[in-house]
C-alpha cells in the first residue's frame, strides 16, 4: 500500500509520514506527544548530524534488503537511534522502549514512522526471529 495523498489522512503533502492515528493503527508505539516531538526535530535535522555508523547501518540494513534509503529515512533512523533521548517534549518511557531496540527494530519503525507500509511489511517479514509480532 503506498500512500500518494497524504490529505486522506489528515496531513499536508509537506509532511512526511502518517497522520498520528494511522500510524498507531498500523503498529507504531510511540505516543502522541513523542511522534509529534520526533516530527519537530526531523524539520531541524539533516543527515549531516549523526555520524558515519549509524548512517552506514541504515543503509546497510536498506540496501540489503532492497529498500530505497533516502535523507527522511537516515535521519528519523538518527533520532530514533542515537538523539531520541535529547528530542524535547519525548516521553520518556518511549525514550526507554526506542534505546532497547535492536537496530533492525529502530529501522522497523522509522520505515513505520515514515508511512512507508509496504516496505515496512516487507523488512518486518524478512526477519521473523526479531519481529514475532506483526504489529513490530
Given amino acids: 500500500m503506498t500512500f500518494n495523498n497524504f ?3 489528515g496531513e ?3 509532511k512526511i509520514g502518517l497522520s498520528f492515528t494511522t500510524y498507531k493503527n498500523t ?14 526535530a526531523q524539520k531541524q535535522s539533516s543527515i549531516d548530524k549523526f555520524n558515519r555508523p549509524t548512517l552506514a ?4 540494513m536498506a ?7 533516502d535523507e527522511d529515512t537516515r535521519v528519523i533512523y538518527g533520532i530514533l537511534r542515537t538523539e531520541i533521548k ?6 520518556e518511557k518511549d525514550a526507554s522502549t526506542i534505546t532497547r531496540f535492536s537496530d533492525k527494530e529502530v529501522f522497523a519503525e522509522a520505515l513505520l514512522f515514515l508511512g512507508r507500509l509496504e516496505e515496512h511489511a516487507s523488512f518486518v517479514s ?3 526471529n526479531i519481529f514475532d509480532n506483526p504489529n513490530t
Avoid: C
Avoid at 547501518?57 to 546497510?60: A, E, F, I, L
Fill in 7 to 9: 490529505s486522506e489522512f
Fill in 12 to 14: 499536508t503533502p509537506e
Fill in 27 to 40: 503498529g507504531g508505539i510511540l505516543t502522541k506527544e513523542s511522534y509529534e516531538a520526533i516530527a519537530d
Fill in 57 to 60: 547501518q541504515v543503509t546497510g
Fill in 63 to 69: 540496501t540489503r534488503n532492497k529498500i530505497p534509503v
Fill in 86 to 91: 535529547n528530542v524535547p517534549s519525548v516521553d
Fill in 126 to 128: 524478512a526477519y521473523p
